[in-house]
């Protein structure tokens, strides 16, 4: 009998509670999640156990860690693993929550759309530049600059989809209507920008992109990876700078 899994996340931003119930269900199944793993969980085999999950998005230096983490386990909550400045944690059931109140809920998603601002601000703007540079380019540079310019809209749009839901989260908090109804109109008008750059050059770029680069079955697996690859390289050294 297998004694680890994978599951598959819905993306903390935008289904925390959701993950984290899901969490839940596979302990009171026997299997406990170890780590984090691309999209998603590594889960291990053990006793079955009610334990409920929470996350914290919290970025420390390196000596600031322990303390951190011992008045997390003061309060009854045991640190399993972090990626980067996501930080998961169980506890048993009727645990205080780590966030109970608005004010602290408020802050923790203020912690994670700072963190992710430092990734999402300057990956726009080199797309942007990158479009720029389609536009008014030709021949083989032209042809160039759209893959790369595919490439970054297919990191950037959904990383700055994961910065505007996370604002959105705070703005529910904070009982901000208008914000989370301009949160719907900005992600809609983000998309139709987004499939209007795309399919502006599709012959030139997603064609090359496919099959030049990364190969017809390559290309349905690369957007999402190369988002990871990212994200990776971005939380280790913003780690090491800390």
């Given at each position: 009998?297998?004694?680890?899994?994978?599951?598959?996340?819905?993306?903390?931003?935008?289904?925390?509670?959701?993950?984290?119930?899901?969490?839940?269900?596979?302990?009171?199944?026997?299997?406990?999640?170890?780590?984090?793993?691309?999209?998603?969980?590594?889960?291990?085999?053990?006793?079955?156990?009610?334990?409920?999950?929470?996350?914290?998005?919290?970025?420390?230096?390196?000596?600031?860690?322990?303390?951190?983490?011992?008045?997390?386990?003061?309060?009854?909550?045991?640190?399993?693993?972090?990626?980067?400045?996501?930080?998961?944690?169980?506890?048993?059931?009727?645990?205080?929550?780590?966030?109970?109140?608005?004010?602290?809920?408020?802050?923790?998603?203020?912690?994670?759309?700072?963190?992710?601002?430092?990734?999402?601000?300057?990956?726009?703007l080199i797309t942007v530049l990158a479009w720029v540079g389609v536009m008014i380019s030709s021949g083989t540079l032209?042809?160039?600059?759209?893959?790369?310019?595919?490439?970054?809209?297919?990191?950037?749009?959904?990383?700055?989809?994961?910065?505007?839901?996370?604002?959105?989260?705070?703005?529910?908090?904070?009982?901000?209507?208008?914000?989370?109804?301009?949160?719907?109109?900005?992600?809609?008008?983000?998309?139709?920008?987004?499939?209007?750059?795309?399919?502006?050059?599709?012959?030139?770029?997603?064609?090359?992109?496919?099959?030049?680069?990364?190969?017809?079955?390559?290309?349905?697996?690369?957007?999402?990876?190369?988002?990871?690859?990212?994200?990776?390289?971005?939380?280790?050294?913003?780690?090491?700078n800390a």
């Open positions: 009998m297998r004694q680890r899994k994978y599951i598959t996340s819905g993306g903390l931003a935008f289904s925390e509670d959701k993950d984290m119930e899901k969490l839940r269900r596979f302990s009171l199944k026997g299997w406990h999640v170890s780590k984090f793993k691309f999209m998603g969980y590594t889960l291990e085999k053990g006793e079955c156990t009610d334990y409920i999950y929470s996350v914290d998005y919290r970025s420390m230096k390196k000596d600031e860690a322990e303390e951190y983490f011992d008045f997390f386990a003061s309060a009854g909550w045991s640190h399993i693993t972090s990626e980067g400045d996501i930080h998961l944690f169980r506890a048993l059931p009727n645990t205080t929550p780590i966030y109970s109140d608005r004010d602290t809920s408020i802050v923790k998603y203020e912690n994670l759309a700072r963190s992710m601002n430092h990734f999402a601000i300057p990956c726009v032209h042809s160039i600059m759209s893959v790369i310019a595919v490439i970054l809209t297919a990191i950037a749009f959904p990383t700055t989809l994961t910065v505007f839901a996370t604002y959105k989260n705070k703005w529910k908090i904070e009982e901000k209507k208008g914000l989370v109804n301009l949160f719907k109109a900005i992600i809609a008008f983000l998309f139709s920008i987004a499939v209007f750059m795309l399919l502006y050059n599709v012959n030139s770029s997603v064609n090359i992109l496919a099959s030049s680069v990364i190969g017809p079955i390559a290309g349905a697996f690369a957007f999402p990876i190369v988002i990871w690859v990212f994200m990776s390289l971005w939380h280790k050294m913003s780690g090491k």
